[in-house]
Nanobody, 123 residues
């Protein structure tokens, strides 16, 4: 079993930056994919970014490419999402998620969810 706890959300002005962290506990495997989804009020939860525990495979939603960067610290079982050039449309609850493979995660096959952290971008 894997537990995920995300943090780092907050209020930021448009154009600003914010970094989210996701700490994982419990058994993790090299093949696991970990990443981020987000959900704005009244909208579907959408995929944002994912990274494999080993290797340098990453995926990003088109809407965040060039602005968001996902990274990891394997020794600390922590995944980060650096968000630059934030826009009001980035406002959402951001959820850390994990799956037995990055491909499953990318396609929405989530095995574990974090509790979510609110990101609000003001205009």
């Amino acid at each position: 079993q894997v537990q995920l706890v995300e943090s780092g959300g907050g209020l930021v002005q448009a154009g600003g930056s914010l970094t989210l962290s996701c700490g994982a506990s419990g058994r993790t495997f090299s093949s696991y994919g970990v990443g981020w989804f987000r959900q704005a009020p009244g909208k579907d939860r959408e995929f944002v970014a994912a990274i494999r525990w080993t290797g340098d495979i990453t995926y990003y939603a088109d809407s965040v490419k060039g602005r968001f960067t996902i990274s990891r610290d394997n020794a600390k079982n922590t995944v980060f999402l650096q968000m630059n050039g934030l826009k009001p449309e980035d406002t959402a609850v951001y959820y850390c998620a994990a799956s037995s493979s990055i491909q499953r995660l990318r396609l929405g096959g989530v095995d574990y969810w974090g509790q979510g952290t609110q990101v609000t971008v003001s205009s």
